[in-house]
């Protein structure tokens, strides 16, 4: 029998899980698992880009979360009092596309309203967004297991039917196949609450690296997650036993249980999130009297053009723009070229400065006559198609320049003409690049900063010249020599070939700014984050969305 991983932590799992999402599902298709779920730590950063992979690949993708659930009202700041821990653990998976909506809203929310060192929900939110998500009870840090490993029974029995209540027939309790302290003796004790209570139970193993090997590597990256020296014994620390396993290394662990493994392929069985392609563009705001967006940018680039070329309109110019206009009302790009045109004109009322216009839009003649360009397309024989082409349509694509110093204020136009809740900007996310992954791993295993250093500036790192820290040991001598020579850097190296290319943290994109039609986590999941580049103080927290610019893309 198989066995599909339910619980599995991606790289998104910041500093915290060190599972590459290629990686990830090729393991998978090696151990012939017909599925996969990842449920990163209250955060969806992975899931697009997981699910398109993995379906390349043949593997079901199970979309989830691990949800940080507060013990009471999700807004309440502050410490926790006396015995109350400040969140519980709670696994999501969405089951159909109405699965998929809440849990983007609940990870939305997560951060938007209940962000306070983590980004919390709570049962209100549950109960709110319930539909069509599977769940199941967690790990040592889940609401039911806490109340277990206090003996708390009555407590654990009534977190347990609430869920079951509200889940009715998707709540799971969880049992995990490793050997952290307390985990067999918590099993023990949520099979038999499973038992007691009628629910289904299901085996996890609650994956954070990919392989046993990985595990010191993985340690590592914890030490640098949490700024401890790796020699510190009071820091937090995982078991050996949190890599990817095969279903033979999970059956052992719970004997005569083989439901088990079974449910956690009919959990997969279950799910099924089929996305629509389409884009979802936001309309403009019309003037009295104007009934189309179509009607509106004819009347606006006819006026223009008269303006640029005079009236009459020249032959030549009015036959291109008839043309331009008919592709761009048929495909339905009238109100792009109308939510640019806006904000670029809202930028030279109040001065700021503002680009010619660059790329492919300056083949545009609407795109000049309603002066989203500055450059005349007649006159240096530049082609529309470049820019859209009725043969393949795609997104049109405006590349604006402006002030940087400045450019907060178009911003902050832009979120007050379309709704701050419909406007954000689009997240990065910093990785630990070949000077940084020396660096971080030698701070935590006791290298002075002076040492790693003088290490990592060995490292080519230069626009047209960078190497990784396996190609540095191969072609730079000097790192090659401490590589062969010393223990301790070979270490280290070691360390810093495993770790390199992680996501290491979040960040906002320069330039990046998405506009819906609507609310922003009613399409995609967003997180907030603190920005000096959004007309704001330093510590302003602004929407950002969780899915880089190339998921967003693919994602409408």
């Known amino acids: 029998m198989s066995f599909v991983h339910l619980h599995c932590h991606s790289e998104y799992s910041l500093l915290d899980g060190a599972n590459r999402i290629d990686d990830l599902i090729k393991r998978a298709q090696h151990y012939e698992m017909p599925a996969l779920a990842i449920t990163d730590h209250g955060n969806m950063h992975a899931a697009w880009d997981f699910q398109e992979k993995a379906r390349k690949a043949g593997v079901k993708p199970i979309m989830g979360m691990e949800a940080y659930v ?83 029974m009555d407590a654990a029995r009534e977190a347990a039917a609430w869920y079951a209540e509200l889940f009715k027939d998707r709540y799971y309790l969880e049992v995990q196949a490793h050997t952290s302290e ?129 009236d009459p309109l020249p032959a030549h110019v009015q036959e291109r723009l ?38 492919s839009a300056a083949g545009s003649l609407v795109a000049y006559a309603t002066r989203i360009t500055d450059v005349c397309p007649l006159e240096f024989d530049l082609l529309f198609e470049r820019f859209l082409n009725p043969e393949r349509i795609s997104m049109p694509d405006v590349d604006v320049d402006f002030c940087f110093e400045r450019r907060g204020e178009v911003i902050e136009y832009v979120r007050q003409k379309y709704g701050k809740d419909s406007v954000g900007q689009i997240v990065t996310f910093g990785t630990l690049k070949s000077r940084a992954a020396v660096k971080d791993v030698g701070r935590t295993l006791g290298f002075t900063p002076s040492e790693t250093d003088a290490l990592a500036k060995l490292i ?63 399409f995609v999941p967003i997180c907030t984050q603190a920005s000096k580049g959004a007309g704001g103080s330093d510590d302003e927290r602004v929407i950002v969305t969780q899915y880089d610019m190339t998921s967003l893309e693919k994602a409408g």
């Not at 013990?71 to 653990?89: L, V």
């Not at 099993?187 to 499973?194: F, V």
């Not at 209570?197 to 193993?205: C, E, M, R």
Request: charged share 25%.
């Open 182 to 310: 307390g985990q067999a003796k918590l099993n023990a004790k949520i099979l038999s609450l499973g038992d007691e209570l009628g629910l289904p139970v299901i085996a996890t193993n609650d994956a954070h690296f990919l392989k046993h090997e990985d595990h010191d590597a993985h340690d590592v990256l914890l030490c640098i997650g949490l700024g401890k020296d790796r020699n510190d014994r009071d820091r937090m620390k995982y078991d050996d036993g949190l890599y990817f396993k095969p279903a033979n290394e999970i059956r052992p662990f719970f004997p005569g249980r083989e439901d088990l493994l079974t449910n956690t392929l009919a959990i997969a069985e279950s799910v099924d999130v089929q996305f629509a392609k389409k884009y979802y563009v936001p309309s403009f705001p019309l003037p009295p009297g104007v009934e189309t967006e179509n009607e509106y940018l004819v009347r606006l680039a006819t006026d223009g053009a008269k303006v640029r070329y005079g």
């Open 322 to 359: 008839d043309y331009e206009l008919g592709v761009i009302t048929k495909t339905g790009y009238a109100g792009y070229f109308l939510i640019t045109a806006d904000f670029i004109k809202a930028a030279r009322d109040r001065g700021i400065p503002v680009g010619p216009g660059r790329g």
């Open 460 to 522: 080519p790192n230069a626009p047209n010249f960078s190497l990784t820290v396996k190609e540095a040991i191969v072609q730079v001598p000097e790192v090659k020599a401490f590589y062969q020579n010393e223990p301790r850097y070979k270490q280290l190296l070691d360390f810093a070939i495993s770790l390199e290319g992680l996501s290491r943290h979040t960040g906002v994109h320069a330039a990046g700014v998405v506009i819906a039609p609507g609310p922003l986590d009613e």
């Open 70 to 152: 507060a013990p009471g009202d999700r807004r309440t700041r502050g410490r926790p009092g006396p015995g109350q821990k400040p969140y519980y653990h709670l696994v999501l998976l969405a089951r159909d596309l109405v699965g998929y909506k809440n849990l983007v809203k609940l990870s939305s929310l997560g951060y938007t309203e209940g962000f306070y060192t983590k980004p919390r929900i709570d049962r209100e939110l549950l109960a709110k967004y319930s539909e069509g998500l599977i769940v199941s009870s967690a790990c040592l840090a889940g609401e039911v297991a806490g109340h277990l490993m206090d003996d708390r």
